[in-house]
């Protein structure tokens, strides 16, 4: 694309020959003003927009210097020339700071003036290079830090968005998430769109946008991937949508089809500036979260708020008692049939609100550990730590897999309390209990065996013969138990845990975690720090 030329100077002589004299086509340039005096030629430079401005110095109502100025203050990147008679150092330092890219002394020389131009035009081709390949980096950090609430006045903003090359009639912000399996919430799988993807994501969806009209700038906010969409031209509300949901649908395709990864996409309000993307995004995220409730829903929309009636919003502390009674009293088939009504009231509570529905899903899953410890008096047994109960809970992504992991939580700790555990006659539950509740003590066959009036030999073939492993081997598993546990928690160092679990020396904790978990204590805290 040529580069666009103003020549300015109140020598008629001198304009018309460096005008006609010379080769703009060799130096990929045009001429699309000229003017005799300042005034008239900041008049053109406002109107045309040059990228190169060749002006005199000297001349009367603004000089070469004015012009400059208003050169370096509307079109930053563009490139004066300034053509002088004048050699002294103070108008060179003051040329400088206004952005002037060479100086042309009089008596003007057709090849000095050619070499001159040549070399901004090469400086404008490497900058226009430069810019094109920073520029989806620059619009990205602008839409984030519109998101963020950092939008600049509206001359600043509409000036910087122009540089970008943004236009706009209609702009609307989606937030895209990763839709996980039930069988993830256990495991390492992470909410968010993997960031190595964010590159291609983005790729895909913009060539989905430019089938239809429309432009995407991506953000990366909290793990999620935030797509700007800036419609160029007014568009009837119902065309908007129709674009939108088209746009939505295909994307989710392609992001399926190459990457195996099922995404729900949340969708704003259209607005009409970009300083309310602020809005928007909130709009959007507040749109992501109520996606928990609404798990067959790929695309969110905007809906009108339904009223909760009084019965919804006050019955829940009613359900939670409920709840708690039928711990003690039902079957987990009965509690669990009863899950359904009980998650529907949360729903209803909740009110849309993702925090208050996974504080209540917390309080049904702390309930029934509260009660396995009531009737056991043993916590370390039930295989999660109450932070790792939380955490489950925090990563549940709808309503549907917070039922299929309450459902699996109520089962398990009812088949541990009901007997769908292995069987063990009184004696060796009662040792095997109060080895769970001592292992971190000093503890010995002798002296459990005194406690149950028992002689050590006793005691030792008894457990052999019911639970298939001696009397050290079921300390050593309950203490690599509680070790796990506990190197799971980011508070833990490695090299103090195993004292805490009953052993003296590194070393021996060391071989024994080993042996039982084939992999080192820090080792296996590593790979459940990159499991969260």
């Not at 359900?319 to 039902?330: G, I, S, V």
């Not at 029934?368 to 489950?392: C, H, P, W």
Request: proline content about 4%; aromatic content about 8%; some cysteine.
């Amino acid at each position: 694309m040529k580069k666009t030329v103003v020549v300015v100077d109140d020598k008629p002589l001198i304009l018309r020959s460096i005008v006609q004299t010379v080769d703009w086509n060799r130096l990929n340039c045009t001429v699309v003003g000229q003017a005799a005096d300042g005034i008239e030629g900041k008049r053109v430079i406002l109107d045309k927009q040059p990228d190169i401005l060749i002006t005199d110095i000297k001349m009367p109502g603004l000089s070469g210097l004015d012009l400059a100025e208003c050169m370096h203050r509307t079109l930053p990147r563009s490139k004066t020339i300034l053509i002088t008679g004048y050699q002294e150092f103070e108008f060179a330092k003051q040329a400088v700071r206004l952005g002037v890219c060479d100086i042309v002394v009089k008596p003007v020389r057709n090849d000095e003036l050619q070499r001159v131009i040549g070399l901004a035009v090469r400086e404008l081709d490497d900058a226009q290079s430069e810019l094109s390949q920073r520029l989806p980096s620059l619009r990205s950090q602008f839409v984030t830090e519109l998101i963020g609430g950092s939008a600049p006045q509206e001359h600043a903003l509409t000036e910087k968005a122009s540089a970008l090359g943004l236009i706009w009639n209609r702009c609307v912000v989606l937030i895209v998430r990763s839709k996980r399996t039930p069988a993830a919430v256990q495991g390492a799988d992470s909410l968010s769109i993997y960031p190595k993807l964010h590159g291609d994501l983005t790729e895909m969806a913009q060539d989905a946008a430019e089938r239809r009209d429309f432009e995407i700038v991506d953000s990366y906010r909290y793990d999620d991937l935030v797509l700007a969409c800036l419609f160029p031209k007014p568009l009837p509300p119902r065309e908007l949508k129709m674009k939108l949901q088209s746009f939505c649908h295909d994307f989710i395709e392609r992001v399926r089809q190459k990457h195996g990864l099922m995404i729900c996409i949340a969708v704003s309000p259209d607005y009409r500036r970009l300083q309310e993307l602020r809005e928007a995004y909130a709009e959007a995220s507040a749109l992501m979260d109520a996606s928990f409730f609404r798990t067959e829903e790929p695309v969110l929309f905007p809906e009108p708020a339904e009223p909760v009636g009084e019965n919804g919003r006050f019955s829940i502390l009613r359900d939670l008692e409920q709840f708690n009674q039928m711990l003690e009293q039902a079957t987990s088939d009965e509690i669990v049939g009863h899950l359904n009504q009980i998650l529907e009231h949360i729903r209803a509570y909740s009110e849309g609100n993702i925090l208050v529905a996974k504080g209540l899903l917390s309080d049904v899953c702390l309930a029934t550990a509260r009660y396995y410890y009531r009737v056991t008096g043993d916590e370390f047994s039930l295989d999660r730590s109450i932070d790792e109960v939380l955490a489950d809970v925090y990563r549940l992504q709808d309503i549907r897999q917070a039922y299929e992991h309450l459902a699996a939580f109520i089962r398990n700790v009812k088949d541990k309390l009901e007997g769908g555990e292995k069987e063990y006659s009184l004696v060796v539950k009662k040792s095997i209990d109060y080895i769970n509740g001592h292992f971190a003590e000093n503890i010995s066959l002798t002296g459990v065996a005194d406690r149950f009036g028992l002689s050590p030999s006793y005691l030792s073939r008894l457990l052999r013969t019911e639970t298939g492993i001696n009397f050290v081997d079921l300390v050593a598993k309950a203490r690599i138990e509680a070790a796990k546990r506990l190197l799971r928690d980011p508070r833990h160092k490695v090299n103090e845990v195993g004292e805490k679990v009953g052993y003296k020396e590194y070393s021996y904790f060391y071989q024994v975690f080993k042996k039982i978990e084939g992999m080192s204590p820090k080792e296996y805290k590593n790979r459940s720090k990159d499991s969260y």
